[in-house]
């Protein structure tokens, strides 16, 4: 407990989070073409007809401290990675408040790059979004090649992203996302992508990231890596927090509903 | 089956919650009440938002103020520019010629117009092939700016929402990225620009420098534009499907292959209709550059205060299309 109580400094306040996606069904059943003139003239009051409402997280609230890695579980479509996307300020809150030190970083395995560019370009491009400066991101431009592992076979990291096979475009996403200390990241998924040696790696690089006084988020449906790298576990259902506490105790508890 | 085992786990976790670490809200209970536990550590019994403003954090992803806005923008200006190059670069990449494109388009382009309009329907009226060649190519090209602009404004935030869902920086990045996107475009099609005028005879003098303060104040006019069109189109991306219709109108409306004061001149309208038809910004942006670059495309084809109007369109747009895209910035990638 002491290494993750450490400071006991709040990175991260999650208040009675609601989130709601407001999603365009295109049509609402009968009279389509009329449906969709209607749902135009009458935008801004309400919910039109067409438009359906997905409460995908409700009333979640917790606090993160400088140095946890938490671990988010849950089944599919359970809102982890929505809850995720709110803490990192890119999905705005229904009700509730998420407060956050420094600007927290989302890494997913679909964050986008640009396919017909050199991974070369990418890395360089993929540096600035994030916020780092032309010198630190060649300073760390080794090391995300290195990290990545693209050029183990061969030179690839001249070549155009769509070029690379899913596995090596999420170990560069990742590599370039990790070259960053953050205050707070957020990794979904990243490590069920990549070969058992780049999913070593990249485990230690999460613990080195820890070290830097960062909190670390793990969504993942890998509850072995979840074991490997999280101290605190929040178990998320149907939008709900279902459980908080250490990993173990809360993997098991999941294990065991999941499997019954 | 889940919620049969949650009280369970709560038990489980009661010892944890003396040391302040671990709350457990439960969804069984049946008022709907929150079953946390408050630690009793120094930090006991604050509200989340008090515990918020003790150490110092801040709500995530609300809008900035607007100064600060402008702060986070400049931090990153390389982000925009490598953002710029790297479209045009990727327009390309497939292409055996590569960028030899980024110059053969527009030069294709003028021909298929000129052989249209030039030859068989014969628009340049009244003005000589020397002039009217050049004068052809040139709008074509600046008004292409602007539309390229606005197109690629309506897109921004739809056609990258991997992107806004995934990084954090300042959404007006992308509007402004793509508009100096078209300006590079446009840097490449001058290039035919000057070969078609020169080529027709009209050779480089001094008030061809004209032509920087102009396409400066278009761009910022462009700018303005595409990002007034990005909150647009991110909330209707319908818009896109709209806007080809509309910008072909006004594109007809701002005389691109004709003069519009050339054109009115024995319709018998009052004068005030050709000015207003003049000063709408694409009309006044080409007429500037063709004033420019065109021997023979006097001050008389210009109406009256047309530098006026030139930076007028530029600071209200601009600013003004800066500030409605901040308003709506915490709203960008939702849903």
Known sequence: MAEINRGNVPTVIADDVHIVYRVNTGSSGKGSATAALSKIMRRGKGDAPGVRRVHAVRGVSFTAYRGEAIGVIGSNGSGKSTLLRAIAGLLPCESGKVYTDGQPSLLGVNAALMNDLTGERNVVLGGLAMGMSREQIRERYEDIVDFSGINDKGDFISLPMRTYSSGMAARLRFSIAAAKDHDVLMIDEALATGDRKFQVRSEERIRELRKHAGTVFLVSHNNKSIRDTCSRVLWLEKGELLMDGPTEEVVSAYEKATSA | ?335
């Open chain 2, 1 to 335: 089956m889940i919620t049969g085992r949650a009280p369970q786990a709560r038990c489980h976790l009661l010892p944890h919650l003396e040391d302040g670490k671990f709350q457990l809200v439960s969804d069984t209970t049946q008022d709907g009440a929150l079953a946390t536990s408050k630690p009793p550590s120094e930090d006991a019994g604050l509200a989340p938002a008090e515990l918020a403003r003790k150490y110092g954090l801040s709500v995530s992803g609300a809008r900035p103020t607007l100064v600060e806005y402008v702060r986070q923008l400049w931090d990153r200006r390389h982000f925009i520019m490598a953002f710029s190059r790297a479209k045009l670069m990727a327009q390309y990449s497939e292409a055996r010629l590569g960028q030899i494109w980024q110059v053969a388009t527009p030069l294709l382009n003028a021909l298929v117009y000129y052989l249209i309009f030039g030859l068989i329907m014969n628009a340049g009226r009244g003005m000589e092939k020397g002039v009217y060649i050049p004068f052809l190519v040139t709008g074509i090209f600046v008004f292409t700016f602007t539309q390229s602009s606005l197109m690629a404004g309506v897109r921004a935030i739809p056609g990258n929402l991997g992107l806004v869902r995934a990084l954090h920086f300042p959404r007006a990045s992308l509007p402004i990225s793509f508009s100096m996107q078209q300006l590079q475009q446009l840097l490449y099609s001058m290039i035919v620009v000057v070969v078609v005028t020169v080529g027709f005879g009209n050779y480089p003098r001094l008030s061809w420098l004209l032509v920087i303060p102009t396409l400066a104040l278009q761009f910022v006019f462009n700018t303005g534009l595409a990002l007034v069109f990005g909150r647009m189109g991110s909330k209707t991306p319908d818009l896109a499907q709209l806007m080809p219709f509309i910008t072909r109108t006004w594109m007809y409306a701002s005389g691109v292959m004709f003069s519009i004061s050339g054109a009115l001149e024995d319709r018998h309208v009052p004068a005030w209709v050709t000015d207003v038809l003049q000063w709408n910004p694409a009309a006044i942006y080409m007429d500037l550059v063709r004033f420019a670059l065109i021997d023979d495309y006097g001050r008389e084809n210009l109406p009256p205060h047309v530098w006026a109007f030139a930076v007028g369109w530029a600071v209200v747009i601009g600013l003004g299309g800066f500030v409605y895209f901040w308003k709506a910035e915490e709203r960008y990638g939702r849903g």
